[in-house]
């Protein structure tokens, strides 16, 4: 392997700091193991590490990392279970809210946390994912469509119907604060 730039070096260290817990946090709705996705998510940073190209291709570095790290994990699902699909669609995406503070809230919180993750399941894979990307990962609606392979007003529109399908699970003004510890909990 060719020498690489130090300040090369540091960039990808700095990429690796920025992104690996949005990462793991969007690898973990796929139903693989933190160990897995940490693998995947290694092997990505490896693959930038020894081809400098690939992230001076890249505009949208976080978009790159997301496709990446989806496309690897649908590799490793096909390699591991044999499922023989191609289609990015036929993983089924699951997200989940862990919400912790004070001792005195836990019991409220542990409800609370089961509601949402109740609500969060009664979406689509689809849905859940989209929202995943818009809500914890801060991607555009735009970068969301590119990633899903739809078009931008579809991609809103399936935003929206989550949302609306949320606000139907929960009722009052709590689905969106709920939604917001759920944001606040990943970034955390």
């Known amino acids: ?27 973990s709705g796929f139903g693989c ?5 940490e693998d995947i998510m290694h092997d990505i940073f490896f693959a930038l590490y020894t081809k400098p190209q690939l992230s001076l291709n890249a ?5 790159y990392l ?6 690897r994990i649908l590799n490793h699902k096909r390699l591991s279970h044999s499922t023989g699909t191609s289609d990015l669609t036929g993983l089924d995406y699951t997200a989940e809210v862990s919400i912790t503070d004070d001792i005195a809230e836990q019991e409220q919180r542990a409800i609370t946390e089961q509601r949402l993750n109740a609500a969060i399941a009664q979406l689509t894979p689809r849905q859940r994912e989209a929202i995943t990307l818009r809500y914890i990962s801060g991607l555009s609606y735009e970068e969301i469509a590119s990633l899903l392979n739809m078009s931008v007003p579809s991609t809103r529109n399936l935003v929206f119907r ?9 009722p009052g003004s709590e689905t969106l604060c709920l939604l917001a510890c759920f944001v606040l909990k990943v970034h955390a």
């Open 59 to 63: 505009s949208n570095m976080q978009l």
């Open 66 to 71: 997301l496709r990446a790290l989806k496309n």
């Open 33 to 37: 193991s933190r160990e897995d996705i």
């Open 162 to 170: 989550a949302l609306q399908q949320l606000r139907q699970l929960m």
């Open 1 to 27: 392997m060719a020498s690489t730039p130090l300040n090369y070096k540091t960039h990808i260290a700095q990429l690796y700091r920025e992104h690996a817990d949005m990462l793991l946090a969007y690898g």
